[in-house]
């Protein structure tokens, strides 16, 4: 019986301390959701490939996040709903598109990708709870990202969203 309490308490602390977040993560706060999760992390992956992702963008008179107001003067109360849209478009969208013949690049790209993934799960989560609402300047300003994204063929479109990563990590660090 003793051993049994011993376990219990031993799988109840790791499983605390699994959810708690680490040094490195920061909390955001999405309209009512709140997110934890390493910006910081993110950026350096991003930071160690935007060169060589840049690089392959051949289309430089376009932007896919930062065309006039997509990104500007989203309201507090639509910022949970257009960051879950975000990761959503760069997790069914970007990632999926951006292989490379670089193995490096490639494991940055996952390792992000992962990230996001986590990220959307917890904002996923919170719109189940009816947190996360979307109003309709931000569907109409997520419609502008998408038809600026489908307007390239699809591997363009997931390198030059890829590139811009930093826009939307700029917006995120808004949140804080």
């Known amino acids: 019986m003793r051993g049994s309490s011993l376990l219990l308490c031993l799988f109840s602390t790791s499983c605390w301390v699994n ?3 680490t040094a490195a993560d920061k909390t955001f706060h999405f309209g009512s959701c709140r997110v934890s999760m390493s910006l910081a992390e993110i950026r350096a992956g991003f930071t160690a490939i935007k060169a060589n992702i840049q690089s392959r963008d051949p289309v430089r008179t376009l932007s ?12 507090s109360s639509d910022r949970c709903c257009m960051t879950h849209q975000l990761f959503t478009f760069y997790v069914d969208k970007v990632f999926k598109h951006c292989r490379t013949e670089d193995s ?11 990230s996001f993934l986590s990220a959307r799960r917890k904002l996923g989560q919170c719109r189940e709870q009816n947190n996360c609402v979307c109003g309709e300047e931000s569907t109409e300003k997520f419609k502008q990202i998408l038809a600026n994204y489908e307007g390239l063929n699809v591997t363009s479109a997931a390198m030059k969203s890829l590139g811009e990563l930093d826009i939307l990590l700029d917006w995120m660090e808004k949140s804080r």
Not at 64 to 75: A, C, E, Q, W
Not at 104 to 114: E, H, L, Q
Request: charged share 15%.
């Open 64 to 75: 896919i996040l930062s065309h006039p107001h997509s990104l500007h003067k989203v309201k």
């Open 19 to 21: 959810l708690m977040p």
């Open 104 to 114: 490096f690049v490639n494991r940055k790209i996952s390792s992000i990708a992962n």
